[in-house]
């Protein structure tokens, strides 16, 4: 059995692989943690940040800033799950990839696994059940768990 | 676990400095606080069936992951669909439909009760009358796993891959739920 992780670095993803831990330890799964970094967050939020702080002269150094930031941040939480699971005994690997995440969200879910676990929300927090989760939950051809 | 906690621990404090109780406390809402990273424990499971829940072969392999758990399988009849017809179509034929919806319902759900019962689950079954959405948030609180075909409530198609009833029940139950 192989189970999908999406982890976005959001609580409720990071809580998702708490509870596909538990079933792969239970079941002796193999877990695949994956994570889409998409340059367009970056790109945003960096603008968005110049806009604010009306600093956009130096808007493409922030872009920088933060897509660092965003691979450094990623890679430090699969490392502690990386943790977690070797501390329970669970078979697990990571995958990061870049570009766009419904695409590759649903070329990786739909590649054999028998589970894929996300969060309900992403990393801008309750205000809205997550967008991912509304475009991709139809499209993938497993059992998806939803966890808040 | 403790080797992780710790290390969760030491980090996220060691960023947020002497701020740290004031930072959990304002924004809560997007922290995972080390206390949180603990398994989770499912003991008792809900699954809501219909005329149009799908195959459910996919997920028996995910929930065999909960032994010892206690099920309620839930057959609902929309009670709204039922007095239309009575009202429009007339009492006796509104009984010759639900004789037919109960024996496929019981069809369903004794399938499904054999093979969770033989993943050593304790499951109890029953047929009621609703509103599926509604009816499923309501009683989903009470449990700590929702389990729910992605046509129930509806037919999907291609371009429409989940029921609405699904979708509106996955926006809004507190608990976590596996879409088979």
């Known amino acids: 059995m192989r189970i999908l992780v999406l982890v976005d670095g959001s609580k409720w993803s990071q809580k998702a692989a708490l509870h596909a831990i538990a079933i792969a330890k239970k079941k002796e799964a193999k877990l695949v943690l994956f994570s889409v970094l998409d340059r367009k967050e970056a790109k945003a939020l960096a603008f968005n940040m110049g806009l604010i702080s009306q600093d956009l002269a130096h808007v493409q150094r922030f872009e920088e800033k933060v897509w660092e930031d965003m691979k450094r941040s990623i890679r430090e939480i699969m490392t502690n799950l990386l943790v977690l699971c070797r501390d329970e005994g669970v078979n697990c690997s990571v995958k990061i990839t870049e570009g766009s995440a419904r695409e590759k969200v649903l070329e990786e879910a739909n590649s054999g696994y028998s589970l894929v676990v996300m969060g309900a929300y992403g990393r801008s927090g309750k205000t809205r059940i997550g967008s991912l989760l509304e475009e991709v939950v139809g499209r993938i051809e497993a059992p998806v768990m939803v966890v808040r | ?180």
């Open chain 2, 1 to 180: 676990m403790s080797i992780f906690r710790s290390l969760i621990d030491r980090k996220f404090r060691s960023i947020a400095g002497d701020r740290y109780d004031e930072i959990v406390k304002r924004y809560r809402e997007f922290l995972l606080l080390p206390e949180e990273f603990v398994l989770p424990e499912v003991e008792s499971i809900l699954i809501p069936l219909d005329r149009f829940s799908g195959d459910f072969h996919g997920v028996l392999d995910v929930l065999e992951a909960y032994r010892g758990a206690k099920v309620r399988l839930v057959y609902l009849l929309d009670a709204q669909t039922f007095r239309l017809i009575e009202e429009t179509l007339g009492e006796e034929e509104a009984q010759k439909l639900l004789q037919v919806e109960r024996e496929r319902g019981k069809r369903l759900v004794e399938a499904l009760k054999e093979s969770l019962e033989g993943f050593g689950l304790e499951v109890q079954a029953e047929e009621r009358f609703g509103d599926k959405g509604d009816d499923v948030i309501e009683m989903a609180s009470e449990y700590d796993l929702l389990v729910i075909s992605r046509s129930f409530g509806s037919e999907v198609t291609k371009t429409s891959p989940i029921s609405p009833v699904v979708l509106k029940v996955v926006q809004h139950v507190l608990v976590p739920v596996i879409v088979y």
